[in-house]
């Protein structure tokens, strides 16, 4: 096994294509129907722990709408990753659901949008609705992520309110346009100062945030530099979850899953805009 590989650190998984809450500005990498099979993950899941993972994040999609969603935790958990979320989860089935596996994970995000966001996008993902989810994890390995846009006083308040009732961090970032939804955002450099006045942000953030203003201008070429794989729902492994070129199946033998995560290093895919913002370096969740 090369360096390079021994340095990955995670996996993004992909537990569908499809997402009942449909977010019209949705950018995950895949849409359509695949939905993960358990044998899939498993078969997963053992080639990335001989490679040496061991942090798994469920994305998806939505995670918590997988049929087996407890049992992707657990199966996780067996082969010894650490577990985290990314959910849009606000009550109901998917809540449960949640709440059921919360003690196993290592973290849990919930994401929200501010209210023009939400506008924008028909998500139904309110900052005000995220406490109650908070409560039914019953731990603070928690985080609120609010995807930003035409960000107020109103939106300021919310979050203040969630991260005091909660006592978990927030991160806030801009919302991005995707592959099927371009949108202006006239408010764009008012939203980005208010984000880092009122909440900081991270390096990766910043990156992503200069990213984003070269790419307005077309200038950007830079290489995958994640240290996170991505499995698809169909059950193809990548560096990058929106460059299919380099994949592997996880049916594939050992050594064919070397040589194409090797390929992946010498011959990185170039980022594009969606990439930029879940694809960083050192990035978590
Ligand atoms: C693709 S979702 C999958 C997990 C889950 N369904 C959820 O919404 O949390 C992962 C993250 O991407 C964010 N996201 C989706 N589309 C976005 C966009 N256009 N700009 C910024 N963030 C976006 C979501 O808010 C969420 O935090
Ligand atoms: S952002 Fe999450 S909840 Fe919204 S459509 Fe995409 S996957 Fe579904």
Redesign the pocket.
């Known amino acids: 096994m090369s360096d390079q590989i021994g340095a990955l650190r995670g996996v993004l998984v992909s537990t569908a294509d499809n997402?009942a809450?449909n977010?019209r500005?949705?950018?995950?990498a895949d849409v359509g129907r695949d939905v993960l099979s358990l044998d899939t993950y498993a078969r997963a899941l053992s080639r990335l722990r001989e490679i040496g993972i061991d942090e798994l994040c469920l994305?998806?999609?939505?995670?918590t709408d997988h049929p087996e969603f407890g049992r992707l935790v657990r199966v996780a958990l067996q082969f010894g990753f650490r577990a985290s979320v990314?959910?849009?989860a606000r009550s109901g089935p998917r809540l449960d659901a949640l709440a059921e596996v919360a003690g196993m994970l290592s973290h849990v995000?919930v994401?929200a949008d501010s209210r023009k966001a939400d506008e924008l996008g028909r998500t139904g993902r309110t900052i005000s609705s995220t406490p109650k989810v908070f409560e039914a994890l019953g731990h603070h390995r928690a985080s609120l992520?609010v995807?930003a846009y035409q960000l107020d006083d109103d939106d300021l308040t919310e979050i203040a309110a969630v991260v005091e009732a909660a006592e978990v961090p927030v991160e806030v970032?801009p919302?991005?346009?995707?592959p099927t939804f371009r949108f202006e955002n006239p408010n764009l450099a008012r939203d980005l100062e208010l984000i880092s006045t009122s909440f900081g942000m991270s390096d990766q953030l910043r990156t992503v945030v200069s990213d984003y203003h070269a790419w307005l201008h077309g200038s950007v070429q830079r290489s995958c530099e994640s240290v996170r794989l991505y499995l698809s729902a169909d059950g193809y492994l990548r560096r990058c979850p929106y460059d299919k070129s380099g994949q592997v199946s996880v049916t594939a033998t050992r050594q064919a899953i070397h040589e194409a995560l090797d390929r992946s290093f010498c011959t990185p895919p170039t980022t594009g805009l969606a990439c930029m913002?879940?694809c960083r370096p050192d990035n978590e969740g």
């Open positions: 997402c809450v977010c500005f949705c950018f995950r994305s998806g999609g939505e995670p990314v959910t849009a995000t994401s992520h995807t970032s919302l991005l346009p995707s913002a879940i």
